[in-house]
């Protein structure tokens, strides 16, 4: 029997990732590392809040694409 492969939350989609690490730099470039949000970001990027969290715990890993 073969694995399949997840689908839906348990799959991080690389395009989403790409759009919330550019949404980062554009908004650490705009507004720098104090006013950077987790709202800020999602909005950007087009995304909920939730994407975020799965990526990175904090605004700090976020920041430092950790």
């Known amino acids: 029997m073969s694995r399949r492969t ?4 348990a ?10 690490t550019e949404a980062v730099l554009d908004e650490l ?5 104090a ?4 709202e800020a970001v ?8 939730s994407a975020l969290y799965r990526r990175w715990a904090s605004k700090q ?3 430092m694409g950790g």
């Not at 799959?11 to 790409?18: G, K, W």
């Not at 470039?29 to 590392?33: M, Q």
């Not at 006013?35 to 987790?38: A, G």
Request: charged fraction near 20%.
């Open 6 to 9: 997840p689908t839906g939350a």
């Open 11 to 20: 799959v991080l989609q690389p395009q989403v990732t790409e759009a919330i």
């Open 29 to 33: 470039a705009e507004n720098g590392y």
């Open 35 to 38: 006013r950077l949000s987790m």
């Open 42 to 49: 999602a909005k950007r990027a087009g995304v909920g809040k």
């Open 61 to 63: 890993e976020m920041a």
